[in-house]
């Protein structure tokens, strides 16, 4: 959440530009579009990756009336719609536990990517600080599991992936956040959310 103060500016006619940008960031095409409307600016990102995957931001500014900020005496509490790039390390389930541990974290910084044996021990089970991965929690990691992540936080065909890249594991955690509709990504992830995940990228595989 940030926090940003707003004087007040008086206009007697309605005043309304509007701007487009397109950039291509690591493969996706990021298309902004930012309007400025009666005091108000409104920036729309919408980012689409190279696996079909459209993710689209919001965020307002500005004196006025705006259904996403909250006005305390000219101050705007908006949020920006995403997490910030570091703090996905900070993530914690909703007994204040971290769900991505200091293995997890070096691993990422040191090699930028994640595989298989990584994650589990010699015995094939989920090492504590890779925990996230284990959605169901019965300390295994499953291949719809594993892939999730692969894909950056998509469920997909293509089992062909053998790592996670240090992006697609950053967007996997940013969807899990806010996996439950009507939620906030606010660094928690609850136990329900993995499970409800986990459910649903299961789902297909109990028709087989």
Partial sequence: MRVENYGIEATDKPEKKKKSSVKKKNGAVVTTTVTKENGITTEITETTYPDGRIVTKKKSSGCGVHNI????LGTFNLDDGKVEAGSIFSVKDENAEPLIGDELKSNIDK???ITINDIVDSDGKVKPDYRIFDLNGDGRLA???FDWFAHGGAASFDKSATSISADNFKHSVEALDTLEVGSKPDGIIT???R???HSM????EKFY
């Fill in 69 to 72: 900020g909250v006005i305390h």
């Fill in 195 to 197: 499970v409800l995940l």
């Fill in 111 to 113: 090699n930028g990517q």
């Fill in 191 to 193: 136990n329900q959310e």
């Fill in 201 to 204: 990228l299961d789902a297909p």
């Fill in 143 to 145: 291949d719809n599991e």
